[in-house]
């Protein structure tokens, strides 16, 4: 049986694929989930990776092993190209292996001749997670789900008539490679499995394809999913009727996990939007190898149309994402939602979808997650602050390390007024200077003084965590002469 180094994680030594005949006796082989070359890396970042595969001159699965053996056997896995985990409602490419030299006419036969069938079933354990102590959970209430993809409800009956059935959609290549025979599957992993490093079987049958002639109606081929033949006997449509007897059976037990947890929260209203605070955190257990970028954000508002996404804070980079998350690790974006562009009446609810590329999975990843959405819009804002880092320095005399944030205060009405800075947060304390003053202050509430209509006035504060864990600024708030309170409109962490 061949075997390989697996990317990221291997379940056990007991986890192994078993290959078996008609039979049931065991049989030379190997199945396992492909990790793509292209999914790794930010080249080609619009191309499918499993779309290599199909066709005529497409990407050889030979890259999927190692060289030869000095013996002159097949390799086994190469290194980084199998994963032994996967991601309820994801796309992935099933590779199945013959450990036998075929003919030419074999190999075709495995695709023109042969029909497969593939599902995965949860383990007799499923219910007890494989993870360490440390493993994020993915049961929060604020956990994104993956949207179910309508392929995973297409489920055929077990002697299938079509190349492929069950949770398979497409035989992509099979391939000849000397004492060894391929074929990578397409399938979809059902959004319903448990994950949280729960364990799956994965199943794929092969069944051998016997014709025997044209039989049934059109309409009684409907109801047994036959294929209708052009072939018309005395005027009537007619169908290809097969019979299938099994060859193979491969069989691999998996983990799956639940990749991203999303949590949200909503401020801020009126004419100017409100922002949705959404902090992402890669779920996955730190042994797993698997990187997750964050490729983009929608909102989808009931009724529709209500809400429109002008901007994301932090924007994305050069390569067009927005971050890279390490497994354990997590980021925090700030998302204006504007009324959309058709008067109509408020939103009562949302849904944030977010696009995930993951550094395994060929195709991205779409989340769902419901946003705790206010009944409506309150008055428009009558000022606004926004805090944006500066830079960092020493504390004289001290040398303590503190962090320059320039806090700005725009004042939104028609009159002049005179606006206050209060630092919630008693682990920060803030020594301010507003431009043009000489005044310093180290207190939990610095004075910004008065400022026009419809201007804005500016105070670098430099902030001095009583902390050394404070990354991030979330407790100042703005207040004006009439008791007003405005929260910060865009995160802004600390670089001390």
């Not at 066709?55 to 890259?63: F, P, T, V």
């Not at 042969?114 to 959970?137: A, I, N």
Request: with cysteine; aromatic share 4%.
């Amino acid at each position: 049986m061949a075997s390989g180094e697996s990317s990221g994680t291997s379940p056990g030594p007991d986890d192994a694929a078993e290959c078996t005949n008609s039979q049931g006796a065991p049989v030379p082989g190997h199945l396992f989930i492909a990790c793509h070359e292209d999914a790794r890396g930010e080249e080609n970042e619009g191309d499918d990776p499993r779309a290599k595969l199909a066709g005529e001159g497409g990407e050889s699965l030979r890259s999927f092993f190692c060289p030869r053996a000095e013996d002159g056997s097949c390799g086994g896995v190469a290194e980084g190209r199998e994963r032994t985990f996967v991601f309820p409602g994801e796309r992935v490419t099933v590779i199945c292996t013959i450990e036998e030299d075929l003919t030419p006419d074999q190999v075709e036969a495995l695709e023109n001749k042969h029909c497969y069938w593939l599902g995965f079933h949860p383990s007799s354990d499923s219910g007890t997670p494989r993870g360490g102590d440390d493993d994020e959970c993915d049961g929060d209430a604020g956990c994104a789900s993956v949207l179910e993809a309508s392929s995973s409800s297409r489920v055929r009956d077990e002697s299938p008539t079509s190349p492929v059935a069950g949770l398979a959609r497409a035989i992509l290549r099979c391939e000849g490679l000397g004492d060894r025979a391929v074929i990578a599957l397409e399938a979809t992993v059902p959004a319903h499995l448990p994950a949280n490093g729960a364990l799956v079987t994965l199943d794929v049958k092969q069944y051998l394809r016997h014709p025997l002639g044209l039989g049934a109606t059109t309409e009684e081929a409907a109801n047994r999913g036959h294929e209708e033949d052009e072939d018309r006997v005395g005027g009537s449509p007619t169908v290809a009727l097969y019979e299938h007897f099994l060859c193979r059976r491969w069989t691999r037990r998996l983990e799956v996990f639940r990749p991203l947890r999303v949590r949200t929260r909503v401020s801020g209203g009126g004419h100017g939007g409100r922002f949705v605070s959404a902090a992402l955190a890669n779920a996955l257990p730190r042994r797993i190898e698997c990187e997750l970028s964050v490729l983009g954000f929608q909102l989808l508002s009931d009724p529709p149309g209500a809400l429109c996404v002008s901007r994301i804070h932090p924007r994305r980079s050069e390569s067009g994402r927005h971050a890279a998350m390490a497994p354990g690790t997590e980021h925090s974006f700030a998302i204006l939602a504007d009324p959309g562009p058709d008067v109509g009446p408020p939103p009562t609810s949302a849904d944030l979808l977010v696009t995930v590329a993951s550094s395994v999975s060929s195709m991205p990843l779409l989340y769902s997650h419901r946003v705790g959405w206010p009944a409506a819009m309150g008055p428009a804002p009558r000022a606004q602050l926004v805090l944006s880092h500066v830079g960092r320095e020493e504390e004289a005399g001290s040398g303590l390390p503190l962090a320059k944030i320039r806090c700005t205060v725009k004042n939104l009405t028609d009159q002049q007024r005179t606006y206050s800075l209060v630092f919630d947060d008693l682990d920060v304390l803030g020594n301010a200077k507003a431009e043009g003053s000489s005044h310093a202050f180290m207190d939990t509430r610095v004075p910004v003084g008065e400022v026009p209509a419809r201007s804005s006035k500016s105070v670098i504060c430099r902030l001095m965590p009583m902390d050394s864990t404070i990354a991030r600024v979330d407790g100042i708030r703005l207040v004006d002469d009439l008791g007003n309170a405005y929260a910060n409109a865009m995160p802004c962490n600390l670089s001390c």
